[in-house]
């Protein structure tokens, strides 16, 4: 298995507050993202990065940030939490041309309430 | 505009019966990369297999079959011989090609299978 650690696993915050979601890979892998899952709606794009400092959005972006200052470490920030961010939410790494698959983390279920 | 579809929502079925699930995708891209994920009630995402577009030779590995359709722009899933280990969620995604390396996956919203004993 890839070597891909999230956490928090489990966390609950309030609406307002700022909560930061830690990936760590030791597999140095170059590309390194972050989804969300949520029912009816499969996985969808948060945010990706492709390499240090080198980060872009996805398809739900909105009211999330991102900070890659290391290769091993991705951080997705939302800085004023909402109900509607919660969510379970997957990193994965790849990488790279030689290995176009995705390998996930274990997963991190935000509750806001 | 990249887009997987999974039309069946839930499949239950009784343990050794063999069951297909659905994946249709939409691309505008000539090089793309299909593949198949296996979500178990534990939670994790497993990769199962990854499809070039270029590629459209059936896989087999074991009691799991692919089958890639570039003209019906399908890679559907069959579990042959069900087992109630198969019981998960699982999803199909899609990522084009691109010179520069990785692209992000876009994922179908996934078919829920229960093999029941």
């Known amino acids: 298995d890839a070597g891909i650690t999230q956490s928090p696993r489990h966390k609950v915050t309030e609406t307002g507050t700022p909560v930061t979601l830690r990936c760590h890979q030791t597999?140095?892998?170059?590309?390194m993202y972050w989804y969300r899952q949520d029912p009816g709606h499969g996985l969808r794009l948060i945010h990706y990065?492709?390499?240090?400092?080198?980060?872009d959005k996805g398809e739900v972006s909105d009211g999330y940030s991102v900070s890659r200052s290391k290769t091993e470490d991705f951080l997705l920030t939302l800085e004023s939490a909402t109900s509607s961010q919660t969510s379970v939410y997957f990193c994965?790494?790849?990488?790279?041309?030689?290995?176009?698959?995705?390998?996930f983390g274990p997963g991190t279920r935000l509750t806001v309430t | 505009a990249q887009k997987v579809t999974q039309a069946q929502t839930e499949i239950s079925v009784v343990e050794k019966e063999d069951v297909t699930l659905d994946c249709v995708y939409e691309?505008?891209?000539?090089?793309?990369?299909l593949f198949w994920y296996k979500q178990p009630p534990s939670g994790e995402l497993v990769f199962l297999i990854r499809?070039?577009?270029?590629?459209?030779q059936n896989e087999i590995s074991g009691r799991y079959s692919w089958n890639f359709q570039k003209s019906t722009s399908s890679f559907n899933f069959t579990i042959t011989a069900s087992q109630v280990v198969d019981s998960a969620v699982y999803f199909c995604?899609?990522?084009?090609?691109?010179?520069?390396?990785?692209?992000?996956?876009?994922f179908g919203k996934g078919t829920r299978l229960s093999v029941i004993a």
């Open positions: 691309t505008r891209d000539t090089t793309y990369y």
């Open positions: 995604a899609l990522s084009e090609g691109a010179s520069t390396g990785n692209t992000p996956l876009v």
């Open positions: 499809r070039n577009s270029f590629d459209e």
């Open positions: 990065s492709y390499g240090v400092k080198d980060t």
């Open positions: 597999e140095n892998h170059r590309y």
């Open positions: 994965a790494i790849a990488g790279g041309l030689s290995s176009y698959e995705q390998y």
